[in-house]
C-alpha cells in the first residue's frame, strides 16, 4: 500500500495540510458525513474530517461533557483543547445524535476558558431525520445557508458551475472507491481491512484532485497483486469508527475485515452525486438519501438490506457489530441486526467499547478469539 496512506491517515496536521496551510489557504473541519464537501471544495477551502484519535486523555472533554456520553465527541473536544485542531480556520458541526449535538455547544464553552480553540468560523448544520418531500426542501435551504455563510466569512464565491465542477470531482472519487470496493471483496482480497481504512480515511484530510491520483495509482497497482487468503472474512459494522488499531486487533487473530458499514468507512461514499440538475439540489438528494445512518427514521429495513447485501458480496463468515459506549442509535439497532443476523445463519457479535485512548483491548481481543473460533468450529458462510 502507498505509505502515503497510513500516514495521511495517522497524523491530524498532516504534510498535506500544512502544504495549503502554508500557500494561505483556508481549511474547514466538519463532524459528520452529512456535510456537503463540494461546497468547501467549490470555494477553494479544504475540507477536513474532524476525528478524535490523536486524544492522549479525556480530562478536557470530562470537564465539558461528564461522564455518561459518547466518548467520540469526548476526544474530539480533547484534541481541539490540547491544540491539535488550531489549524482549523473553521468548523461545521453536525447534531447527528445528542452527543455531537452537544459538542457545539461544549466547543463554545471550552473556547471561552482555552485561548485560540474555537474557529472564527463556527456553524451548527442542521440534518432533518426523515426523508421526505419538506425535509428536502428544508435540507435544501441549510446548504444554502452554508453557502451563503461561507461566502461571508471566507470573501469567497461559490457559483452554480463551481459546485457542478466540484461535485464531478467527487464523484470520480466514489466511482474510485466502486474499484476498490471489488480490490477488498475479490476471493484473495487485494488489501486487509486495517489498510483499506486508511486509504478510505486519507480521502477525508487532503485536496481531493491529489488524493484520486494516488487512488488511481493504488488501484492498478492492486489489481496486479496476489492477494489475502487463508483467513476469517468478517463484515465489520456499527457506530462512527476511524480507529485503525481496532481493525488490526480483530484481523491480528487470523480474521480479514474483508467489508465494513462504518460511516469513517464505506458508509460515506454509497451511491453518485447527479449532476444534470440544480447542483445544491443535487447535493441535498445525496446527502440526505444516500447516508444509511440510525438517525435517520423510516430507513431501517434499508439499512438491513444494504448490510445483508455487503456481507453476501465480500463473502463474509462473520459480522461484528460495535458501538460506543452511550450510543443509543447503534447501540439499540444492533441489537436488531444481531437478531436478522443470526437469524440466516451468519455467526454475529455485539461488542460495546469505548473511543480513543479509554479503549480495553485486552477485554475485545479475548471476545474476538472466541467468536472466531465459534465460527470455525461452525464453518458457516454466506
Known sequence: MNPVFTEVSEVQYNRFVKRWKDEGKPVAGYTCSFVPEEVFHAAGILPFRIRGFSARETTIGDTYFGPFICSLPKCMLQCAGQGDLRFLDGTVIVPGCDSMRRLDECWRKAGTDIEGILPEFFFHFSVPHKYTDYTLTWFVEEIQR??????????????????AASI????RTRDLFGEFEKLRTRDDPACSGAEALSVLLAGTSMPREEYNVLLEEYIAEAE???GISGKTRLLLGGSASDDIDLVKLIEGTGALVAG??????????EGRTGEAGNPVEELARHYLGHNLCPRMYGDYDRRLSLLMERAAKAKVQGVILQNIRFCDLHGSENGLLEHE????????????REYGPLVETGRLKMRIDAFLERIQQGKVRV
Not at 452554508?146 to 459546485?163: K, P, S, T
Open 224 to 226: 496486479q497483486s496476489s
Open 260 to 269: 465494513d458499514n462504518l460511516c469513517f468507512g464505506s458508509r460515506f461514499y
Open 341 to 352: 443476523f443470526e437469524s440466516r445463519g451468519i455467526p454475529c457479535m455485539r461488542i460495546e
Open 168 to 171: 464531478k470531482v467527487y464523484n
Open 146 to 163: 452554508l453557502i451563503a455563510a461561507v461566502e461571508e466569512h471566507f470573501g469567497a464565491r461559490i457559483r452554480e458551475e463551481d459546485l
